[in-house]
């Protein structure tokens, strides 16, 4: 392993679903790095490819073609036939927890797996007691089985479970879109706490912005297998350049009027999700686009540097600057 | 190490989690006749020799004198051709059939479950391939027939048809473990326990059988009376327990060439073997309910 | 007041249970709201807070162990749950309808829709109609579900459909029987957030043009806030605040649905709120007086003796709590 504060780099990754009515481009060519102790939030819609990445980065499934590398050390393999540290220091929580605990198993049951595989050695009792110490939970729950539990305290036994390895690095896969409102603030609190406290690093998919907004160090946003944008939270919020992510902004549902004039007001969500099958040539954002121009429908952008730190594959902005914020603001 | 404190803890839960189960199962009254009867005609069949009026019946015993004579309360089930009791004959006639059951899945169903969950899990590698081919031979073939050559061929002891039968039921089990496997291979719960590295006997035996267990004691119920029921089809061929043992299904054959005038040898084993299948299904059915999660 | 010839449906003090292996599930507690004519309300909660349990003793769907233990479900002012069954299912054929939240489950994956959209549109009629005339609705019904290539759609089976399309076909067989009311389950909670925006709009549209009624159910607040004009605030099976849109979310006055709204992440930043401590109460025994009582903040002495009445606080603004009752 190599000493460096770039935990997870993902370089030119693809994958290609082949079927039967013709090829899936799932993932396209996507490039990020996630720094150690850093929350990166990534943002898509279904279709998207957020979920894909989240897979072959846990080796679900291997990429079709780019590099993954994790601490320095290729990582481009299935999870079977990982090293064991490897296996240990990555996690996954998935997004469903009614489906990611074994109903027929208590949550001891649960918690013993990963313990007795990656660290024989700690005594079992005292360390499930820990971990359910960590996610805010009583310990007498360890007999329960899951249905016996309510949806956020089934997300905490998940996260326990991933916490178990003592990993540096946790994949959360929509972790709270299944739960309420008022038991999302728990999970998220914790899992932050947890990152304080243990120097964790997340890969936080979601489609909720209004949370990522308050979670995430960066963000990025996938549409159709394409990363469209890229830069730190605040940025991203008082500042989007891609048109895909001021649709999204201004479809987000929110409660107070203060919130409301904080979303771009112009841009009406319109037009359906291209199927994956049918990707529009050029830009696959097009046909939804309200700025779209000549070169949209030929030309694919490229994600490039608008701003220091702001990238965004989108040709409102490539060479042009000074031309394009006009452009902008006069579009409708 | 867990205290006396959590022990108690733990039984409280284990009574009530599984107490959840008898709940579902009793909700139908009918598993409950079905279990009633299972259970009743279970004890008959092991107090036969001290609870049935002539258990001189069951062994060598001739009485021509006593010779078929009708149902009377003497003999509630009338006598047979060489004058022994019918009621007591059935009862013990029950002995077989159950230890049948016993037998047979007892030697199918854990090398059958192994096997289907091993071709479940490992989906394509060649010795899946093989199983379920080889499990497809088997069930082409029926049961009766398959059980019929073998004991033709070999000697018709009891021992012999019980290995012909349970020839013929294992691949049953494998399969129904490994459709059922291969779909819960894809559960995000056995994924995860992929994901952190456990091993494949973990996650077969550990994360998915505990699932299957509903469907495979349910079987195992409705599969007794088939058992019972292709028992007494081979017994009526003569490939039965042989004399004097008491066989159901060879009373109901030595029985059969004295119809109709004379009805009760043939009859009251008949309706033994009825009872029994009719038992196993409605017990199968309760049990069925017990593991439908959809039953609150 | 409000006009009560104008009260399209109205629940009176429904109390439902279920009977399980436990005992008595004593979920519903007087639940009361009411709908007007062509009017959109909307019915907030969380996970198993009953909302789902009223939507089906409406619609006449309860599970078989359910139990009716008092109260009244006024359709156009008779009871629903002294009507006859009969009665009931021609209701459910042509004046009330449902769409569900996931809408790959509530098609069938065997059948195009073609037969689907037959068959919704061939129940719904009183008379028989001739197949040309079943086809022609169900064109019309899809295209005012805003699905543009209704030929194609008719054709496909549901899987070959995207998420947004399924809903809209939901919508469009709903729309079939839905006369006077459309209840609404989370319609947009399965899809993703444009597409949620696009059929909030669209069902606006719709129910605005003709003048159907709609109930909204959901515990996505940002989504009920933008579209309907009253709210219900539903908690542990009983309805806690009530009153016009703009007043519940600019002035809620009841401890949950304040909390509840300072839950939501917001826009504007100021890091995620840590949501409402404690968990709703056991419906085996709950509370007997105010079911809230377990997680308030404000909770008295009097909060256990009685559920508290929904008292006054502004104009049609109602609020179930103690806090509120006159002379406080």
């Not at chain 3, 054709?155 to 006077?180: C, H, T």
């Not at chain 3, 597409?195 to 959901?218: A, G, N």
Request: glycine share 8%.
């Amino acid at each position: 392993m190599k000493d460096t504060t770039t935990l997870l780099e993902v370089n030119s990754i693809k994958k290609y679903f082949r079927t039967r009515k013709g090829v899936i481009k799932a993932v396209d060519d996507i490039n990020f790095q996630i720094e150690k102790g850093e929350i990166l939030g990534l943002v898509g819609e279904s279709g998207s490819g957020k979920t894909t990445v989240g897979n072959m980065i846990m080796g679900i499934f291997l990429p079709t073609s780019g590099e993954m590398k994790y601490k320095g050390e290729n990582l481009f393999m299935l999870a079977n036939k990982r090293p064991k540290w490897l296996k240990k220091d990555i996690q996954l929580v998935f997004q469903n927890p009614a489906s990611s605990l074994n109903p027929k198993r208590t949550v001891r049951q649960i918690l013993e797996v990963p313990i007795s595989v990656h660290r024989p050695d700690a005594p079992m009792g005292r360390t499930i007691h820990e971990l359910m110490n960590a996610v805010d939970l009583p310990s007498d729950y360890v007999e329960r089985y899951p249905e016996e539990l309510g949806g956020g305290e089934k997300q905490l036994v998940a996260i326990a479970r991933a916490l178990a390895t003592e990993p540096s690095f946790i994949i959360l896969d929509e972790p709270t879109s299944a739960l309420d409102v008022s038991v999302q603030g728990k999970i998220i609190n914790i899992l932050m706490k947890l990152r304080r406290e243990l120097g964790l690093s997340y890969l936080f998919i979601t489609h909720n912005l209004s949370l990522m907004s308050n979670v995430a160090d960066r963000v990025a946003i996938m549409y159709l297998g394409k990363l469209k944008e890229v830069a730190r939270t605040g940025e991203f919020f008082k500042n989007p350049l891609h048109p895909y992510t001021q649709m999204l902004l201004s479809s987000i549902p929110v409660i107070t009027d203060e919130e409301e004039l904080l979303k771009p007001q112009k841009i009406k969500a319109i037009g359906e999700i291209a199927g994956a099958l049918n990707l529009p040539k050029g830009c696959s954002f097009h046909p939804r686009c309200p700025f779209v121009m000549d070169i949209c429908n030929t030309v694919d952008p490229q994600l490039a540097e608008v701003t220091p730190g702001h990238l965004c594959s989108c040709h409102l902005y490539s060479s042009k600057s000074d031309q394009i914020s006009d452009q902008k603001l006069t579009s409708e | 190490m867990t205290s006396a404190i959590e022990d108690i803890h733990i039984s409280r839960r284990i009574v009530h989690h599984y107490g959840r189960y008898w709940y579902r199962f009793k909700k139908n009254k009918l598993s409950m006749i079905g279990l009633g009867t299972i259970l009743a005609l279970l004890l008959i069949a092991i107090l036969a020799p001290w609870i049935s009026p002539y258990p001189s019946s069951a062994g060598l015993y001739v009485n021509f004198a006593q010779a078929l004579r009708a149902p009377s309360l003497a003999h509630p089930f009338g006598t047979d051709e060489i004058g022994r009791d019918v009621m007591t004959r059935v009862m013990f006639g029950f002995r077989y059939s159950f230890s049948l059951v016993g037998v047979v899945l007892g030697i199918t169903v854990v090398p059958g479950v192994i096997l289907g969950l091993v071709a479940g899990y490992y989906m394509r590698r060649w010795f899946s391939v093989v199983i379920m081919r080889t499990a497809d031979i088997f069930v082409a073939v029926p049961a009766l027939l398959l059980a019929l050559s073998v004991a033709s061929v070999l000697k018709p002891t009891e021992i012999n048809v019980m290995m012909a039968v349970s020839l013929v039921w294992w691949p049953w089990y494998t399969r129904l473990v490994y459709s059922s496997t291969s779909s819960l291979r894809n559960e995000d719960y056995v994924k995860a326990a992929e994901l952190i590295g456990a091993s494949p006997s973990h996650i077969m035996f550990s994360e998915i059988l505990p699932n299957l267990l509903g469907s495979i004691l349910t079987k195992i119920s409705l599969d007794a009376g088939w058992v019972i029921l292709i028992g007494a089809a081979l017994s009526y061929v003569g490939l039965g327990a042989p004399a004097p043992t008491p066989d159901l299904g060879t009373m109901i054959s030595e029985g059969s060439s004295y119809l109709p005038s004379v009805w009760w040898i043939t009859l009251f084993p008949a309706l033994a073997v009825v009872l029994v299948i009719l038992g196993f299904n409605l017990l199968g059915d309760g049990i069925k309910d017990m593991f439908s999660s959809s039953i609150r | 007041m409000v006009d009560e010839s104008h009260k399209l449906l109205e629940v009176e003090k429904l109390k439902v249970g279920y009977k399980v292996y436990e005992g008595l599930l004593n979920v519903l507690n007087d639940v009361s709201f009411y709908v007007l004519n062509g009017e959109k309300i909307g019915i907030i909660g969380e996970s198993a807070c009953g909302k789902t349990t009223t939507m089906k003793a409406i619609m006449g769907i309860l599970a078989g162990n359910a139990i009716l233990m008092g109260g009244r479900i006024l359709y156009k002012g008779s009871d629903l749950l002294t009507t006859s069954k009969k009665k009931v299912i021609s209701l459910r054929r042509k004046n009330i309808s449902m769409v569900f939240q996931d809408p790959s489950t509530a098609l069938n994956p065997v059948f195009k829709i073609r037969q689907q959209m037959y068959d919704t549109v061939r129940y719904s009629s009183e008379r028989k109609l001739e197949k040309s005339e079943i086809h022609e609705l169900s064109v019309r019904y899809l295209l005012e579900a805003a699905l543009p290539e209704p030929e194609r759609i008719l054709d496909s089976y549901p899987f070959e459909l995207s998420g947004g399309m399924k809903q809209r076909v939901n919508i469009a067989m709903a729309l079939v029987s839905a006369n006077d009311l459309l209840i609404a389950d989370e319609p947009g909670t399965a899809l993703d957030v444009t597409l949620e925006d696009q059929i909030m709009r669209l069902l606006k549209s719709i129910v605005d043009k003709k003048h159907i009624s709609i109930i909204l159910i959901s515990h996505a607040l940002g989504t009920v806030r933008g579209f309907v004009d009253r709210v219900y605030v539903m908690y542990a099976g009983t309805i806690v605040e009530s009153g016009p849109t703009k007043e519940i979310f600019s002035n809620p006055r009841h401890p949950y649905t304040r909390m509840l709204i300072d839950s939501v992440p917001k826009l504007a930043g100021g890091g995620v709120p840590e949501g409402i401590p404690g968990v709703v109460p056991s419906y085996l025994n709950p509370p007997t007086g105010c079911r809230f009582v377990t997680r308030c903040p404000y909770k008295m002495d009097i909060c256990n003796n009685a559920t508290p009445d929904m008292y006054e606080v502004d104009n049609e603004h109602y609020v179930a709590c103690y806090l509120y009752e006159k002379g406080r």
